[in-house]
């Protein structure tokens, strides 16, 4: 091994500790997270998270895709230290999500490939959990992707795929696909996971709108396809849908109900639904909204294969080192990496949302 001097022994240990969260947990050492497994075990009860994780790019260039403004010498001068920076950040926050478990199952979407994938659970705090992740490239031009990161001790994927978008009435855009995942919990509980990023708002949302609800036609027919086999899956929908909980593509195409006076006639049912007009996951111009959402099937939401999740189970994750103040707007807002091309260093432009999946005999 070669030798270091004092300065960067005192540099290396100081950047373990901006890494971890410790005005959470206290400078705790990695190890002690390693007693979770058999915690969660014991009290049946997993938490699952989505986050759009803003731009998850390497600083490295891919001339198959427009990631040019995401590298050193690019516009944005994404360096590697900038990158590393990102990735330390984002493993704060999943685990301060969980708290003292940390996070089984985590959706990601703007994540730009397998190499940051790699980065983020086996060179930040993440790596002593044994975080494993699935992911697929997708034809999306800007090259981000959705991603599954889950802990194979306690969830254990046995099927993924994923499905990809191609627009009929417009050939020459290219998008993200869906993320289909079916896995085991709690060694013997079939829960399949659909990880979705549709279509942004950019040129309008009414412009935009075919396209997000064409997405969702798509999602539907895999729902009903899962549950023409099996009527009582269990199925958890988790996404940025760049759409709000009472717009057309969730609540009509889709068929999500987002309040409980529509879940007796719904095949799905939104977690997030009660939460809008009253939190945010994203803000524009001053005005929260939630687009980043989690849904279930009835069996999910009834309990009636025993799991169970429920709207008093979902949070929006709002811890203070991911906000900052909006001095333009008043409140808060998130904490984000760039703010158009200005780079501010922080966490995301999304705040991430989290379930608690509870198993019930």
Known sequence: MKNISIIQLAFILLTLRVAWPSDIFGCQPFEKYAIHDSVIRKSQNVRICFWNVENLYDPYDDSTKLDDEFTAAGARRWSYSRFSQKLNHLAKTCLAMGKWSPPVIIGMCEVENRYVLNKLIYQTPLATLKYRFIHYESPDLRGVDVALLYRPALFTPFFSRTVTIRFPFDTLVQTRGILVVSGILFGEDTLTLFVNHWPSRRGGSIESQPRRNYVAGVLRHLVDSVLAQKPFSNILIMGD????????????????????????????????????????????????AILDQFMVTKSLFYGSNRLMTGYQDVKIFRAGFILKEDGKFFGDKPSRTYNGPKYEGGFSDHLPVYLDLRKID
């Open 241 to 288: 849908f760049n759409d709000e909980t009472s717009d057309e593509s969730v609540c009509r195409v889709l068929g999500a109900a987002n309040d409980t006076t529509q879940t007796k006639n719904a095949l799905l049912i939104n977690l997030m639904g009660p939460k809008q007009g009253r939190e945010g996951t994203h803000k524009f111009q001053g005005t929260w």
